[in-house]
Each structure stands twice: as C-alpha cells, then as structure tokens.
C-alpha cells in the first residue's frame, strides 16, 4: 500500500470527522510514519529475522572503528546489528568465497589484551579467518573488531534498518514487504489521529489487534519452524 492510498483509505475512515480540514497531507502523513514505525518495531520484537537485511562493506586494516551508516559501508539506518561475517574476498558469499562468523563481546572487553585489543597490536598470523578468533563489539552504530586487523576485512553484516519514510504518494508502507501489516499500520495511525482529537480509540485498537492476528497467520504460513509466543497487545 502506498503513501496516497494510505491518505485516501485513512480520510475515508475518518468520515465527516475531515470536514474541518484539521487532516491536512502533511498531518497524516506525519501520523502514518509514526504508526509505520511502531509497527516495525513490534515485528522486530516478535522475529527479527522478518525484518533482516545484509551488506557488504569493508573494515580498513589498522582501523580501530568503523561506522556503519557512514559513506561507503551500510548507508541505512541501523536499528541493530544481528550478526557479522567475515570474507577473503572482496565479494558477496558463496561456495568460493564463504563467510566465517565473527563472534560478539562486549564492549568493556573490546580493548582486553585476551582479544588482542591493545591498539598497538595487529592481527598476528595465528589470528585468520578460518581459526574464527577475531571478535566485534557495537558501540551505537559503530563496529570495533579485535585484534586490529592488519589487512583490510570484508565484511557481511546483517542488521534491522529502520523502514524509510514515506514522502512521496508512490512510497509503499515497509517499501512494498510485509504486506500483510499494512493494515496494521493504518489502524495504528488511526488510533493516533484518535489521540490527537481526543477521541476514543478502543474501535481501532480491536481493528488492529485483529489484523495483527491476521497477519501473523500469514507469515507463520510462510515458515517451517515457529515463531514464538504470539504478542497481540497493542502496545
């Protein structure tokens, strides 16, 4: 669904209640990324892995730090990191080019010498790839990895980006995935325009629950394994 069917579906909803023109585009739009985002994090919280996506980038030898969302490595905004692998190539994975997992610590440990962390030490020869001993630790947005590597890393990070928001009518709710929680978004925003007009909102919160439930049908349809512990709440 897109932004422009959002504000049609939205204004049709609300009924005569628009009449006083209080629901201007730039209002609703600005509720419907509120409600966009609200979801995204209740469906990060139910199965992170729906909301997963992966990229390259490269950690420079002798770096102590990198920031992912700067020029040249995610360019997205990072919610979380969820897993970090490392590659000999300067490619994506594959059978020629497999990635080995680099495993977290955390970050008061980042600079303890057990990981070789003092930075005035490189990566030494025993430290590779294969052997699995390089680790990471996240500070905000910005990944560390120890030992300092001595040659340039490439890296596979998957992570939870904030969904972008939607300004233009064409921009779909999610970019166009996760379909079945569109609904839910428009409930949600709904339930928001309801607050801002001091209004009751117990209807919505029903239609919202109910979509919610709907929705997780759905995409429990498409996997093999559970889910987890249903959270309906509308919180």
């Known amino acids: 669904m897109t932004l422009g069917e959002s504000l049609t579906t939205i204004r049709a909803l609300l009924g005569t209640r628009d009449t006083a023109n209080i629901w201007t585009d730039a209002v609703l739009t600005t509720l419907i990324n509120l409600a966009q985002n609200q979801i995204w994090r209740r469906v990060v919280g139910y199965n992170p892995d729906l909301c997963g996506s992966a990229k390259r980038c490269t950690y420079a030898k002798d770096l102590l730090s990198l920031d992912l969302e700067s020029a040249g490595a995610l360019n997205s905004d990072i919610d979380a990191v969820l897993s970090v692998y490392a590659m000999v ?129 759905i995409l429990e349809s498409q996997s093999q394994e559970p889910l987890g512990v249903r959270n309906v709440s509308p919180g």
């Open 89 to 217: 190539q300067d490619a994506d994975p594959s059978t020629s080019n497999p990635a080995y997992v680099l495993r977290p610590i955390g970050l008061a440990d980042i600079d303890s010498t057990r990981y070789g962390g003092n930075p005035s030490v490189t990566a030494l020869a025993d430290y590779t790839l294969q052997s699995a001993q390089f680790r990471y630790a996240m500070s905000g947005r910005t990944i560390n990895i120890r030992p300092i590597p001595s040659i340039d890393q490439y890296l596979w990070v998957r992570y939870i980006a904030t969904p972008s928001k939607l300004t233009a009518a064409a921009d779909e709710i999610f970019g166009g995935d996760l379909k079945s929680l569109h609904d839910v978004v428009l409930y949600r925003t709904l339930m928001l325009a309801a607050a801002r007009s001091k209004e009751g909102a117990d209807h919505y919160m029903e239609l919202e629950r109910t979509a919610w439930e709907d929705s997780l049908t």
